[in-house]
C-alpha cells in the first residue's frame, strides 16, 4: 500500500523533526516573549546596558537543591537571597493615596521561592495591632510605607515548605517588632515553628554548621536570624551578626567592607557569609546591568575580603533581571567553588577529587512546563506567571499544530 508508506516515511521524518527542533531558544538567544524561551529562561532586554540591542533569553530559574552534593555543612552553599524580597511593585495596602516605599522586586515571595530564591530579607514592624512588612524610618511603620501584614508571606513560606521537603529557606529579619513574643506568636500563626532550625544547633563559634541533609532530614528547614540581639535569649531566635557577616550594601564595584553591624567580612567566628549587591536606592533599569558582569566580579573581591572564603548569600534588588546568567550563574559559580572547587557547580562530578572539573558545555534547557503550584493562596502581586504559562501551552500547541497541517499537506499532496 504506497499511501501507508509515503504517510509512514512523513510521519518518521516529522517525529525525528519533533525530537530534534529545539523551537524554544536557549540563553543569549534573541527573542520576543517569554514563551520563545525555554524552561527556566525570560525574555528580557536590558536596555541600560545596550538600548538598541534586541531582548534576549536571560535566566529566571536557579539550579535545584538535587544536583547538588548534599552531605556537605551548611555554610558550603550558596543560595540567592532577595534584598526587600516583600518590597514588590504593585502590593499596596491601600491605607494611605502615596505609598512612599521604594520597590525592589517585581515577584511574589512564592513566585521567588519557586524559581529558586532562598534567602528572604524581611523588615518586620509592629502595625495597627499587627506584625507587618514595611518599608520605613525610625522603626516605625506608617501607612504610607506599610507593604503588606506579615502572615501572607509567612504562610507563603510555609506552603512552599511543605511542598518542597527538600528545600532550606533562610530569613533575615530587620526586626523592629517589640510586641512581646510577637514574632514567635506570628511564625506559629502561620505554621512555621515545626521547621525552624534551632538555635542550640547552631555554631556558636564559627564552626561547620550541620549538613544540609541532616537539616533536610530533620525536617529543620527554616533559618531565622533577627537584628535585635535580645531575641536570642526571650525567643531563642538567632541573633543575625551572631552568625554572619555582611558587606556594605549601597556602594557597588566596591572592595567588600563589612557594614557597620557585622563584625569585619574576614571574622572566622561567624561562619556565614552574606554579599550585598545592590545600590541604596532600588534602580529597576539599572539592575540588569548590577545584576550580570559586575556581580560576578565582585564574588571574587569578596572571597579574598572574607578570608577567602565563598559568600553564602548573595543578596539583590529584581533579582531576575539581568543580561544572561545574572544571580543564578552567580550562585553556581559559587555553589562550584564551595562544593567541588570548580568554577561553576555543573562542573562538579560525583566522585572526582576535589578541583578535579568537569568542563561540558551546558545541556540545552527543554520546553517551558508550567510552574509548580504550591500555594494555593498566593500573595498579591503574584508574577504573570499564569499569563506566561498559557501562552506558552498555547505557543508549544500552534508549534505542534502546524506541523502536522504541513504534514497533512504534504500528505495529500502525495
Ligand atoms: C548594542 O547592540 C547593537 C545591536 O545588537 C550592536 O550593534 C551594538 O554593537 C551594541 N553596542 C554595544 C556597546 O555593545
Ligand atoms: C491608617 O489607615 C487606617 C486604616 O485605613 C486608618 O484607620 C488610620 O486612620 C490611618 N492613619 C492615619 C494616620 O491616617
Ligand atoms: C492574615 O491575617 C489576617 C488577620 O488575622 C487574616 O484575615 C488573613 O486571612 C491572613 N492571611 C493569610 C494569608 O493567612
Ligand atoms: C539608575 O542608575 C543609572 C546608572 O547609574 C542612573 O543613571 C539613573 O539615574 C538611576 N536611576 C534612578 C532612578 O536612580
Ligand atoms: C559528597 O561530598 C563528600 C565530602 O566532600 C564526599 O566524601 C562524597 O564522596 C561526595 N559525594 C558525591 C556523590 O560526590
Known sequence: MKGNKIFLKFFSIWFYLLMQVHWWKQISNVCKTDADCGQGLNCFQCAAANATAPPICTRSLATPVSSFNTTLPFNQYAWITTHNSYAIEGVDPGLSTFNLAPRNQED???????????????????FMNDIWLCHSYQGECYNFTAISPVNGTLTAIATFLAAN????????????????????????????????????????????WPTLDSMIASNERLLVFSSIESKQATEGIAYQWNFVVEN?????????????????????????????????????????????????????????AAGNRWSNFVAVDFYMRCTGGGVFEAVDELNGELECGCTDIHYCKAGNARGVCVQSAPAPVGPRSPVPVTSASPTPGAASSPESNAAASLYSSTSFMSLTLCLAILLIRH
Open 108 to 126: 511574589s515571595v512564592t513566585s521567588q521561592l519557586n524559581n529558586g530564591v532562598r534567602g528572604l530579607m524581611l523588615d518586620m514592624y509592629d
Open 248 to 304: 556594605q550594601y549601597g556602594s557597588l564595584l566596591q572592595n567588600c567592607p563589612n557594614r557597620g553591624e557585622s563584625q569585619p567580612m574576614n571574622s572566622l567566628s561567624r561562619s556565614l557569609v552574606l554579599e550585598n549587591y545592590f545600590p541604596s536606592g532600588p534602580n529597576e533599569s539599572f539592575a540588569c546591568v548590577d545584576n550580570s558582569a559586575d556581580l560576578l566580579n565582585v564574588l571574587g573581591v569578596c572571597h579574598t
Open 165 to 208: 521537603p527538600t528545600e532550606v529557606v533562610s530569613i533575615f529579619i530587620e526586626d523592629y517588632v517589640h510586641a512581646t513574643n510577637g514574632l514567635t506568636n506570628a511564625f506559629t500563626k502561620a505554621g512555621l515553628m515545626k521547621y525552624m532550625f534551632p538555635l542550640a544547633k547552631m555554631p556558636p563559634d564559627g564552626g561547620n
